[in-house]
């Protein structure tokens, strides 16, 4: 807590707001702190509400305090708001971890793999695609064949499905 108060007495900013504060003279330099008019000091230590206000030069180090677990943007957002405050405390959360190799390899979703091209097959239904859709609203259940081929599609609804239905319904689609 002695390392906040020495850099809050040194602090340029937080020098200005507590001239503001106490002496109602607001500097244009600091408009970032303009809503902190009714905030308090303890300690020469600037509060918003029960959080601290931290001096521009411990920033990076309650950032790499904060960071070291690899929390996340939003985890270590959330973590950092609950407890102390400075302008742009957001912008600097999204550019530390933004800037982590090791959190940009695990962030990044798996691309899908390249879609590959079907040959056409020679005739009708030698290849064919099915899908089984369902419960639909009406709780019905929609089977779906697709020739490549001719594209022709062939749709059956059920109120059940069982395997035993299916078969049946693929036997008497391809016979």
């Known amino acids: 807590m002695s390392t906040i108060v020495v850099y809050s007495e040194k602090d340029q900013e937080i020098y200005k707001v507590k001239k503001g504060v106490y002496q109602n003279d607001w500097d244009d330099s600091i408009k970032s702190y303009n809503f902190l008019k009714t905030s308090c000091f303890h300690d020469s230590i600037l509060l918003r509400g029960n ?11 309650v950032l790499d305090a904060a960071y070291e677990v690899h929390p996340g943007i939003v985890a270590m957002k959330e973590h950092l708001r609950s407890k102390v405050w400075w302008p742009r405390i957001d912008k600097d959360v999204e550019k530390l ?12 979703p798996n691309p899908p793999a390249p879609m590959k091209r079907r040959e056409l097959p020679a005739a ?29 599609k062939e749709v059956k609804n059920y109120k059940n499905i069982t395997c035993l239905q299916i078969i049946k319904m693929v036997k008497e689609m391809f016979s």
């Open 51 to 61: 959080k601290i206000v931290i001096p521009q030069q411990l920033c990076k180090s």
């Open 97 to 108: 971890v933004k800037a982590c190799k090791g959190c940009t390899l695990v962030g990044l």
């Open 124 to 152: 009708p239904w030698i290849d064919v695609t099915m899908d089984l859709m369902g419960p639909l609203p009406s709780n019905e259940y929609l089977l779906v064949v697709v020739d490549y081929y001719s594209r022709y």
